[in-house]
């Protein structure tokens, strides 16, 4: 009998494995490109800078969050890490950031962002990934930022 339910456990184990190992495998068919970080109109306050990031985003329809990490390095968030959200409303897809909703038009996703001048001479990479609504992930994209 203990023959037989271990014969019966190691192949249940072993699904279950590759199944896990499967699925931290996935990767979302979403594809992020050309990354832009645009700054204009100087607030008065000259502590920080308003910038406008936009990226292109294809399919958008199928995209849940997207995350930002500003570091010192790669996939480090660790002078700023923050998020915006997609949501889809008759057909047409918006990302909402801090109390801003703006619409994705022509495959390009854009919203506003302020950064201190403390935390910008910190940063060197940005990098911007997605979540789909499988909760898959998208390949991660970098864009060095120059001083």
Known sequence: MKYINNKILFPVI??????????????SSIKVKDIALVSYLQQLD????????RFKIDPSSLASTVYLL????????????T???FTHVSGIDYLSYSNQTNPVKNYTAFFDIQI?????????WLTLYVLDNNGNYSSHFYEKLQP
Request: charge should be positive; glycine fraction near 4%.
């Open 83 to 85: 998020q915006a959200t």
């Open 116 to 124: 201190s001048k403390i935390q910008l001479r910190q940063i060197k």
């Open 46 to 53: 000259t502590s920080s800078i308003n910038y406008k990031l």
């Open 14 to 27: 072993c699904f279950c494995c590759i199944n896990l190992f499967v699925k931290a495998q996935s990767v």
């Open 70 to 81: 500003f570091g010192m390095q790669k996939d480090s968030g660790n002078v700023i890490n």
